[in-house]
């Protein structure tokens, strides 16, 4: 199985900062990685597909990059929405598996 | 509007069987491969199933497979989970979830999610 692993698992910043989130893949994925937001109340939206293909009505401010084995989630200017847990997936081969989460938090 | 409704949740015994439903709204069932992701209390999100278009093709992880069946009535737009010899590690709320397309496995949709609790 593809190990999937993620950092930091916790990030505090502030309104209208840049951040970026990274997920390393045990083995190369040839892009095959994906991110999702997951609001507080569990309602789950995804957000890039395939490396850094942005989901349709996700804000520009989201971007992705990476190759191999390391892939990041950059928000550029963070908004009070944007406070919440993400996580990344690899659909390179099956098992499917995610990233145990980073929590974007408010400083 | 693409909507995904879970069901069939709630409390069951280790060991016992339940099974969980998802009613598909919005778009054309049949065209979608389709998921459950399920997320245990407090930890993050596992993929648990995938099924083809047609339902021929279904696919697990090692923990739930000989234990979880995964299947869909198109005429129904429904997707089922059924899931058999309950452990307590399979406590979690599960989500349907539908594929953006054949070749981008990226889970597009997601319903609001059931609570299933294995517990004597």
């Known amino acids: 199985d593809i190990q999937m692993t993620q950092s930091p698992s916790s990030l505090p910043a502030s309104l209208g900062e840049r951040v970026t989130i990274s997920c390393r893949a045990s083995?190369?994925?040839?892009?095959?990685l994906n991110w999702y937001q997951q609001k507080p109340d569990g309602t789950i939206k995804p957000l890039i597909y395939?490396?850094?293909n942005l989901q349709s009505g996700v804000p520009s401010r989201f971007s992705g990059s990476g190759s191999g084995t390391d892939y990041s989630l950059t928000i550029s200017s963070l908004e009070p929405e944007d406070f919440a847990m993400y996580y990344c997936?690899?659909?390179?081969?099956?098992?499917?598996?995610f990233g145990a989460g980073t929590k974007l938090e408010l400083k | 509007e693409v909507q995904l409704v879970e069901s069939g949740g709630g409390l069951v015994q280790p060991g016992r069987s339940l099974k969980l439903s998802c009613a598909a709204s919005?778009?054309?069932?049949?065209?979608?491969?389709m998921a459950w992701v399920r997320q245990a209390p407090k930890k993050g999100l596992e993929w648990v199933a995938t099924?083809?278009?047609?339902?021929?093709?279904?696919y697990y992880p090692d923990s739930v497979k000989g234990r979880f069946t995964i299947s869909r009535d198109n005429a129904k737009s429904s997707l089922y989970l059924q899931m058999n010899s309950l452990k307590s590690e399979d406590t979690a709320t599960y989500y349907c979830?539908?594929?953006?397309?054949?070749?981008?496995?990226?889970?597009?949709?997601w319903g609001q999610g059931v609570m299933v609790t294995v517990s004597s």
């Open positions: 099924i083809s278009t047609s339902g021929s093709r279904t």
């Open positions: 919005g778009f054309t069932f049949s065209n979608y491969y």
């Open positions: 083995q190369g994925i040839s892009n095959n």
């Open positions: 979830a539908r594929q953006k397309t054949t070749r981008v496995s990226l889970f597009d949709y």
């Open positions: 395939y490396t850094s």
């Open positions: 997936q690899q659909d390179a081969s099956f098992p499917y598996t």
